[in-house]
């Protein structure tokens, strides 16, 4: 269990599925720059969290929550969380103001498409696994909102999704108690970070290429 003292945005968890190093450069460094993305990004999530609470007749919807989880030292804010009522036992949690039991549904909002790494799920299952934490109740569905093509898509918090993310929260805490900037390793994907002009990816990494090149100058020789 960690402290108060020892939480780590859920946010760096996505960063660190995207790049190690950005995670670093972030979450060490303290550096951030802005390109398109992560404009837009924002804007879509200040409109989704223009409203606070939003209640029907057998769902309440609340957005900009804050969760937590002391067993694997995360905290953040939700998009949204639905909470619908059911009334099976244990399915669901009690609510101050509402009566009966609540199954909370976890909606995160993405501009643009789904990623081709686990990036997004690995965030949405730590928002999961908080919210479970808090209200001793298990979520096994949430689902994402992509501003291309503009439709919920839902995702399945399996038993693999959940040890992928407490494998990546525990790696988290490793690099920011190292203290370490890892070095960079130059990928298509280095063209969509916003940090690009900050990491200086191929310049960063030239003399360790520089340095293969002459091991493998000094390999050959030795073969001959």
């Known amino acids: 269990m960690y402290t108060q003292d020892d939480l780590i945005p859920i946010s760096a968890l996505q960063h660190m599925v995207?790049?190690?190093?950005?995670?670093?450069?972030?979450?060490?460094e303290g550096l951030w720059e802005e390109n398109v993305l992560t404009v837009e990004g924002e804007q879509m999530h200040e409109r989704v969290h223009g409203q606070d609470v939003e209640t029907t007749h057998d769902t309440r919807?609340?957005?900009?929550l804050k969760i937590r989880s002391l067993r694997l030292?995360?905290?953040?804010?939700?998009?949204?969380?639905?909470?619908?009522?059911?009334?099976?036992?244990?399915?669901?949690?009690?609510?101050?103001?509402?009566?009966?039991?609540?199954?909370p549904y976890v909606v995160e909002y993405k501009h643009g498409k789904p990623k081709i790494d686990r990036s997004d799920e690995v965030q949405l299952c730590a928002q999961v696994i908080c919210l479970e934490e808090m209200l001793g109740v298990s979520i096994e569905e949430s689902a994402f909102f992509y501003g291309k093509p503009r439709r919920r898509q839902a995702a399945v918090i399996d038993a693999d999704l959940r040890k992928e993310t407490e494998n990546v929260a525990a790696r988290v805490h490793q690099l920011l108690q190292s203290g370490k900037t890892?070095?960079?390793d130059y990928s298509g994907k280095c063209r969509q970070c916003s940090l690009i002009d900050r990491c200086l990816p191929k310049t960063a990494g030239?003399?360790?290429?520089?340095?293969?090149?002459i091991n493998s100058l000094f390999t050959l020789e030795a073969e001959k």
């Open 18 to 28: 995207f790049c190690e190093r950005q995670a670093a450069l972030i979450h060490i």
């Open 61 to 64: 919807t609340v957005r900009g």
């Open 206 to 213: 030239a003399p360790k290429k520089v340095q293969r090149y």
């Open 73 to 103: 030292g995360l905290i953040g804010v939700t998009d949204v969380v639905e909470f619908h009522h059911t009334d099976t036992p244990g399915q669901g949690a009690a609510l101050d103001g509402d009566l009966g039991l609540w199954q």
């Open 182 to 184: 890892p070095p960079p």
